[in-house]
């Protein structure tokens, strides 16, 4: 059951209300940390951290945690 990151609608930026958005990941130790990030104003949403030898799926379930916490502003 693939979960399709690109369909996962993305509210625009409460600081500057650009729409053009994507999704940052940083990698530390065995972790990898995904969060959204605004391509104008650089603001940046909520992390979620998986570990880096998750399959796939597990990585793409983080990546709609980090949109969920954009969109709610967490």
């Known amino acids: 059951n693939m979960i399709n990151i690109k369909e996962k609608e993305l509210k625009s930026c409460p600081f500057c209300g650009w729409t053009k958005l994507r999704i940052g990941q940083k990698t530390r130790y065995s972790k990898v940390a995904y969060f959204v990030i605004c391509n ?7 992390t979620c951290s998986v570990d880096t030898y998750r399959k796939e799926e597990e990585h793409d379930k983080t990546k709609c945690e980090a949109i969920r916490k ?3 502003r967490i």
């Open 40 to 46: 104008k104003c650089h603001a940046r949403g909520g």
């Open 70 to 72: 954009w969109n709610e």
